[in-house]
């Protein structure tokens, strides 16, 4: 496994390169994306006044949900590692017709504690799993949050429980160029806590207490519309620098092959159900007990 630095280079880079991608399918990953953080937003409980920290917020989203939430009394301040997914944020989410909402531009790893904190609670949509050193990011969020505050996260359990990842990837990777390095063990990645033993070691280590890990199964509902679902899904991944890099024909062939793959999961007329298993994450900055859900073991 790579050291530390290394993979947060590779994190860095990987997520200069992605943005693009994300940045043209905000509107889409917020709406067909919303079931892979809703567990957590309504476990969160979120209530009018409270200051709310969402780590990975990428272009917005689901900090400006988040802000709506807790209303003018309260505020949302979203952080994420890419500079271009922040500003398209701002972009979206301008603060004279949002007050109470505020995007940083910020690593979770290395800062003491987010601008603006302390914080009533946290959220995070699948981004624990992405970090190069998860113990370090979790002890930046316990950080920012105020004694007893809350956190409330989703994260991908395994491949198996998420097909369509891999067949999107599968599908593309022939027809662009070189993808980036992929995650190996507990590196950063989708399912770099497959493991929820590991998972409840980070949080416990981080300062967390009264842990909970429970099995979640969301479906997202995609348009049938294969075309644009597999470029959305393939711009969203992997290879979507690669992707984006790659001359019309062969992008077209990347997302007439990802779109065969995924055809599985298609329902023609109707569109596309596809499944995701999550880990549904709650925790709390003062406390030490520990709990999971017996079925979270396998």
Known sequence: MAGTETLRARNADFWARAAPGWIRHADRQDRTGRPLGAVA??????RPGERILDVGCGCGGTTAELAATVGPGGAAVGVDLAAPMVAAARTRFPRDRHPGLEFVTADIETVEVVPGAPFDAAFSRMTLMLLADPRAGCAAIRRSLRPGGRLAATVFRDGSSTPWLSAVMLGAA???????PLPIGAEPGPF???DPARLERVLSASGFGAIAIEP?????DAPDEPDAVA????EM????????ATAPPGQAAARAAAARLLGRFRDPGAGYRLPAGLWLITASSAGSSTTRNPSSES
Do not use: K, N, S
Not at 41 to 46: E, F, Q, V
Not at 174 to 180: E, K, N, R, S, T
Not at 231 to 234: A, D, K, S, Y
Not at 238 to 243: F, Q
């Open 192 to 194: 770099a806590f497959a």
């Open 41 to 46: 937003m309504d476990r969160l409980r979120a």
């Open 231 to 234: 470029e959305w899904l393939i």
């Open 237 to 244: 991944g992997p290879a979507g620098a690669a992707y984006r």
């Open 216 to 220: 979640h199964e969301v479906t997202l």
């Open 174 to 180: 022939p027809h662009v160029g070189a993808l980036p």
